[in-house]
């Protein structure tokens, strides 16, 4: 175990990791497990629509496919754009966080622009406390 405190640049991410090692564990890959279970389920329904409509089961089959193919598509690219964003904000405050070392600072698990304003706020709040001290 090292002794060196963690900061954004030298913290280890499993999302990371070269694409083909990704593939032995898909659960761990961000979005992947979202996206997955929301094209199946409008694959599933999309498929059944055409069927009832058409009566053809291999044209549902192939309706419901596409349909699953192109939700989890979709559905990933939207929440991997939310994802990398939060983790830049999260890094940004990670690294503002690091730029006063000695300081008391609490985070809480707040998303997007909340996660900085906390920091903000900690970091005000670790003042007051260091001043009493």
């Known amino acids: 175990m090292s002794s060196q405190m963690p900061t954004a640049s030298n913290s280890s991410n499993d999302a990371e990791l070269p694409s083909f090692l990704n593939l032995m564990n898909l659960v761990r890959v961000p979005c992947f497990r979202q996206a997955m279970l929301g094209g ?50 999260l890094r940004h405050a990670v690294e503002e966080m690091n730029s006063s070392p000695g300081k008391m600072v609490v985070v809480q698990n707040l998303p997007g622009d909340d996660l900085v304003e906390a920091v903000r706020t900690g970091k005000a709040k670790a003042a007051e406390y260091n001043e009493r001290k």
Do not use: H, P
């Open 40 to 89: 199946i389920w409008v694959g599933a329904a999309w498929g059944g629509f055409s069927y009832l409509r058409n009566r053809n089961i291999m044209q549902a089959c192939n309706t419901a496919v596409f349909a699953w193919a192109g939700m989890s598509g979709l559905s990933w690219v939207i929440c991997r754009v939310g994802y990398r964003e939060k983790r830049d904000k």
